[in-house]
């Protein structure tokens, strides 16, 4: 800096901030509203969410490992028992979503198998192309034909006309 520089134009910033001089001595409703607000609704929700988060620490539920009791099949129902045919219900529909999960892995696989053997996936991918027809042939023996809103009572319907056709074909065999 030039030394016939002004010093007025260039003040130096004061180095404490000036407290504000209070006109009343009402206080201010904003911060009143404020303190009463944190007190009555915010602490308590606060420590109400901190101890529920605590207690969820100390037990973790993982949802993926999650495991059912199997529950007897719906040929296994007593007549009339509506918890069991409902609890069968909901085991037929899991044992659905597991095979069809099944299908679609050993589906992935034989892709996969596919695009890395290129060419030679012929001869290199044949046990996947095996295992998936096996797959695919046992998910049809047991939910093809059902429709999207199939249950458990038809799926053993169809079970039990298979088995009977089965019965008829061996007994024309041997005669």
């Not at 016939?4 to 407290?19: I, N």
């Not at 969820?56 to 099949?73: G, I, L």
């Not at 129902?77 to 069809?100: H, K, P, S, T």
């Not at 998936?132 to 046992?138: G, R, S, Y």
Request: hydrophobic share 35%.
């Amino acid at each position: 800096m030039s030394k016939d520089s002004d010093w007025e134009a260039y003040k130096v910033p004061p180095t404490r901030t000036p407290v504000s001089e209070r006109a009343t001595s009402v206080p201010n409703p904003a911060t009143l509203i404020e303190t009463v607000f944190n007190y009555v609704v915010d602490a308590p929700v606060t420590f109400v969410r901190e101890w529920i988060e605590r207690q969820q620490a100390k037990n973790k539920f993982y949802y993926y490992h999650q495991k059912f009791r199997r529950v007897p099949d719906l040929s296994e129902c007593l007549e009339g028992d509506y918890l069991c045919f409902f609890e069968a219900e909901a085991q037929w529909r899991r044992d659905r979503l597991v095979d069809m999960e099944i299908v679609e892995i050993i589906r992935e696989r034989l892709g996969a198998c596919k695009q890395r053997e290129g060419p030679n996936e012929f001869q290199n991918c044949a046990k996947e192309v095996e295992l998936l027809m096996q797959v695919t042939k046992a998910y049809q023996d047991r939910y093809g034909d059902i429709g999207v809103h199939g249950n458990a009572r038809t799926c053993l319907m169809k079970q039990k006309h298979r088995m009977m056709e089965e019965r008829k074909a061996q007994a024309n065999a041997s005669e």
